[in-house]
């Protein structure tokens, strides 16, 4: 089990850009297998991005050529740069992590067994 600490969440504009981060407190933290879930109100949890231990990445075809997904494994941190943010963006942000033997990419909720408390990213128009 991972603790995950997410930061960088806030109000933004249509257009704007904003960075989140993800500390784990595992010491191992290169074994893990990274992502970045959303969640809206009244709407389920959905894959947003996602990076392998070796650092190829995924990512949901609605933020695709928007975010970023980092990992810098000597800060035991994932980053998620998010720009020309929509309205529609706006949700909790949360950050999953799920320890691998190799180097696949989980995109689905139930692909990963560490989830953080998540930080509010809103859009206005």
């Known amino acids: 089990q991972v603790q995950l600490v997410e930061s960088g969440g806030g109000l933004v504009q249509a257009g704007g850009s904003l960075r989140l981060s993800c500390v784990a407190s595992e010491r191992t933290f290169s074994n893990y297998a990274m992502g970045w879930f959303r969640q809206a109100p009244g709407k389920e949890r959905e894959f947003v991005a996602a990076?392998?231990?070796?650092?190829?990445?995924s990512y949901a075809d609605s933020v695709k050529g928007r975010f970023t997904i980092s990992r810098d494994n000597a800060k035991n941190t994932v980053y998620l740069q998010m720009s020309s943010l929509k309205p529609e963006d706006t949700a909790v942000y949360i950050c999953?992590?799920?320890?691998?033997?190799?180097?696949?990419?989980?995109?689905?909720?139930?692909?990963?067994?560490?989830w953080g408390q998540g930080t509010q990213v809103t859009v206005s128009p």
């Open positions: 990076i392998s231990r070796s650092g190829v990445t």
């Open positions: 999953a992590a799920q320890y691998t033997p190799r180097t696949t990419i989980p995109r689905t909720v139930e692909g990963f067994g560490s």
